[in-house]
């Protein structure tokens, strides 16, 4: 039981395949290439016609073919099967084949006599034509125009007091009263809409004998920290809000008594006080009287 057979490989070999096998001999065969540069009558050919996968090798050697002519060469059907022995029919459908890859167009132009005819187009890169055909399409359709935005209507303003009797001088001191806030505070800085807004509201203040001062601690004091949305918005809250009552109503003084100078009457050289041009005492002037 423990005799071992010396002719057993020690572990299993790895199977061998593919072109590692010993027994199977390199490929030899297949094509190459014995190339020489061209200098002269050459055609460049792309590798999209030549392998193109889905033409026929009548439509690629066609293909060729018409891409080495030179302009004005002749590229009919009757030419072109005169030319090669595959007949009009062969060379027809090989024609169709180019034309649906883009090989190949055919344009009925109009001579200068008047005179139709068709032009054939060899195409050695349909690609780069496509490109270039979308690339106008794509410059002359004008960008689609923004949506339109919607407006935003601005809130009015609150409505503010009133003055009894407005005169340019009062409105004018209002005026400058709101102009001169920003210097105290640089968040009030105001436009003229809301300036002219506002100016009514101050000047009614103004006309409540509320001095200059006043209106304008009654503005600025206690503005919130976290600063303001709208300054207009709360000035008018708070002319409104905080307008002082009127000013008392007060009765007009007596004016002082007038005080004349002392003269010397010309009739009894008595002093009396009289407004000039008086020349007699009160006296005199009932003697005189009497007597006219």
Not at 128 to 156: F, G, I, L
Not at 256 to 263: A, C, D, K, M
């Amino acid at each position: 039981m423990d005799t071992q057979n010396p002719s057993a490989p020690p572990r299993a070999h790895a199977r061998v395949t593919g072109n590692k096998h010993p027994n199977r001999a390199p490929r030899t065969g297949g094509l190459e290439h014995d190339n020489a540069r061209h200098t002269t009558r050459f055609v460049v050919i792309g590798n999209h016609l030549a392998q193109h996968p889905e033409l026929s090798l009548l439509a690629i050697g066609l293909g060729t073919h018409l891409q080495s002519l030179p302009k004005g060469a002749p590229a009919d059907i009757k030419t072109l099967a005169a030319r090669f022995p595959e007949g009009a029919t062969r060379i027809a459908a090989a024609l169709r084949e180019l034309e649906s890859h883009g090989y190949l167009r055919r344009e009925r132009v109009r001579t200068p006599s008047g005179r139709i005819v068709t032009r054939t187009i060899s195409c050695n890169q349909p690609a780069a034509v496509r490109q270039r055909a979308e690339q106008p399409c794509r410059e002359s359709t004008p960008p689609a125009p923004p949506a339109p935005r919607e407006k935003r209507v601005r809130k009015a303003l609150p409505a503010v007091p009133r003055p009894a009797y407005s005169g340019p001088g009062l409105l004018q001191a209002a005026t400058d009263l709101l102009a001169d806030l920003r210097r105290h505070d640089s968040r009030l800085l105001l436009s003229a809409d809301d300036t002219a807004h506002l100016a009514p509201g101050v000047a009614a203040w103004l006309e409540r004998e509320a001095t200059p001062a006043a209106v304008r601690r009654a503005l600025t004091a206690d503005l919130p920290p976290e600063g303001l949305r709208r300054p207009a918005a709360l000035l008018a809250h708070r002319l409104a809000s905080q307008l002082p009552p009127p000013a008392p109503f007060r009765t007009q003084a007596a004016p002082p008594s007038v005080r004349h100078p002392l003269r010397t009457c010309d009739g009894c050289d008595r002093a009396f006080r009289a407004p000039a041009p008086t020349t007699h005492c009160r006296d005199c002037r009932t003697d005189l009287q009497e007597a006219a």
